[in-house]
Nanobody, 124 residues
Framework: QVQLVESGGGFLQAGGSLRLTCAAS????????MGWFRQAPGKEREFVATIDYAGRITYYANSVKGRFTISRDNAKNTVYLQMNSLTPEDTAVYYC????WGLGSSQKNEYAYWGQGTQVTVSS
């Protein structure tokens, strides 16, 4: 079992930066790949970024590539999402999730555990 708690969301103007944090409980955190997803009002939850269990392999959605960076600290059971050059289109609830196979995925049905989400609102 892995429990995930996101934090770091907020309200900011376009062009700004924000870092989201996902704190995980459980001794097996380092064996899970981690992902960030987001869901805007009226839209389906979509993939943002993923990182493998060791932090060596990352993969991003085209919409955030070059602006967002996913990273992890297995000693702290934490995964981060650094978001730069934010636009109003980035406004959503952001969720972190854990994928038990360890390699990462863009498919939300590969993820077994989810956090409760943190709201990010970007104004124009």
């Amino acid at each position: 079992q892995v429990q995930l708690v996101e934090s770091g969301g907020g309200f900011l103007q376009a062009g700004g930066s924000l870092r989201l944090t996902c704190a995980a409980s459980g001794r097996t955190f380092s064996s899970y790949a981690m992902g960030w997803f987001r869901q805007a009002p009226g839209k389906e939850r979509e993939f943002v970024a993923t990182i493998d269990y060791a932090g060596r392999i990352t993969y991003y959605a085209n919409s955030v590539k070059g602006r967002f960076t996913i990273s992890r600290d297995n000693a702290k059971n934490t995964v981060y999402l650094q978001m730069n050059s934010l636009t109003p289109e980035d406004t959503a609830v952001y969720y972190c999730a854990a994928e038990k196979w360890g390699l990462g995925s863009s498919q939300k049905n590969e993820y077994a555990y989810w956090g409760q989400g943190t709201q990010v609102t970007v104004s124009s």
